[in-house]
């Protein structure tokens, strides 16, 4: 059972910048692809950025060029550097991890942004 454990979410003002952490709770080296998704109330639950074990990164288009994803496999860590920050990017996120079939997910921090 792969545990995931987010932090770094808060109030920022709009333009500003945060960056969301993932601690895994065993080695990710060998894990398929991890990630982060949001979710916002009354809206779809939507994938922010994903890594995969080889370092290809995807992310969703209302990220592109603001929103980072990297990872650390020494340190069992997945970061989101999130840049210019809008008031729409408010929402909880989530960390996840794809590893042998499965997919495991974080609790969830808050992010919001205020304009």
């Known amino acids: 059972q792969v545990q995931l454990v987010e932090s770094g979410g808060g109030l920022v003002q709009a333009g500003g910048s945060l960056r969301l952490s993932c601690a895994a709770s065993?080695?990710?080296?060998?894990?398929?692809?991890m990630g982060w998704f949001r979710q916002t109330p009354g809206k779809q639950r939507e994938l922010v950025a994903a890594?995969?074990?080889?370092?290809?990164?995807n992310s969703a288009d209302s990220v592109k060029g603001r929103f980072t994803i990297s990872r650390d496999d020494a340190k069992n860590l997945v970061y989101l550097q999130m840049n210019n920050l809008k008031p729409e990017d408010t929402s909880v996120y989530y960390c996840?991890?794809?590893?042998?079939?499965?997919?495991?997910w974080g609790q969830g921090t808050q992010v919001t942004v205020s304009s």
């Open positions: 996840i991890a794809d590893h042998r079939g499965y997919r495991y």
């Open positions: 065993e080695s990710i080296f060998s894990f398929n692809a």
């Open positions: 890594i995969t074990s080889g370092g290809r990164t």
